[in-house]
């Protein structure tokens, strides 16, 4: 079993930074792809970014391009979520979550493991 524990999450203003932290233990998830969800309120959990487990093939949703870096660190055990330049629109719980799939994926169901989620709030 793999648990994944966010954290980093809060409030931001407009145009802000935030780097989220997945911590995970139970066992190595260096082969497995990795990859970040959010979701907003009264909206469904959506695809933001995904990351192979080798950490030479990444994917974004449209929105984010630009702005957020999905990376990890094997060694650690830990992914990460830079978002810079926040917007008001990015205000959601992020997931963070593991596929024993080694290729990056947009699709929820591919991920055996999740987070937990940290809130994340993007207001003036």
């Known amino acids: 079993q793999v648990q994944l524990v966010e954290s980093g999450g809060g409030l931001v203003q407009p145009g802000g930074s935030l780097r989220l932290s997945c911590a995970a233990s139970?066992?190595?998830?260096?082969?497995?792809?990795m990859g970040w969800f959010r979701q907003a309120p009264g909206k469904e959990r959506e695809f933001v970014a995904t990351i192979s487990w080798s950490d030479t093939n990444t994917y974004y949703t449209d929105s984010v391009k630009g702005r957020f870096t999905i990376s990890r660190d094997n060694a650690k055990n830990t992914g990460y979520l830079q978002m810079n330049s926040l917007k008001p629109e990015d205000t959601a719980v992020y997931y963070c979550?593991?596929?024993?799939?080694?290729?990056?994926?947009?699709?929820?169901?591919?991920?055996?493991?999740w987070g937990q989620g940290t809130q994340v709030t993007v207001s003036s």
């Open positions: 139970g066992r190595t998830v260096s082969n497995y792809a």
């Open positions: 979550a593991a596929s024993p799939r080694r290729g990056i994926s947009t699709i929820a169901s591919v991920y055996l493991y």
